[in-house]
């Protein structure tokens, strides 16, 4: 994942957590936003790297790594749609090998 694919992180992750989180806040609260998603991919990309799975062209899960003082850890993931395995999130350059129909 380069500074290019931030955007895509950002909106991925912003439709996902939106669906995934929708009964967990109330309708009044605040929505992030997607210029809260980009500046956290920028900042994931400053100190770790990340990878966007595709199905076919479309962008359907994203995932961050970070450094930390034991090694890394594994930022988060966000994966669209009930219908996709992941079955091994890799990077080959910076486009995953990831995933499958369930």
């Known amino acids: 994942m380069t500074g290019d694919d931030v955007e895509v992180a950002a909106r991925l992750q912003l439709a996902t957590a ?24 920028g900042r ?23 450094a930390d003082e034991e090694g890394a850890r594994m930022e988060s993931v966000y994966v669209e749609g009930s219908q996709i395995e992941l079955v091994r999130f ?7 090998l990831a995933m499958v129909d369930s």
């Open 90 to 96: 890799a990077s080959s350059g910076d486009r995953p």
């Open 18 to 41: 939106l669906t995934a989180h929708a009964e967990i806040f109330p309708p009044e609260a605040p929505k992030p936003s997607v210029d809260d998603m980009r500046a956290r991919w």
């Open 44 to 66: 994931v990309l400053s100190r770790g790297t990340g990878w966007i799975a595709e199905e076919g062209r479309i962008a359907v899960g994203v995932a961050g790594l970070v």
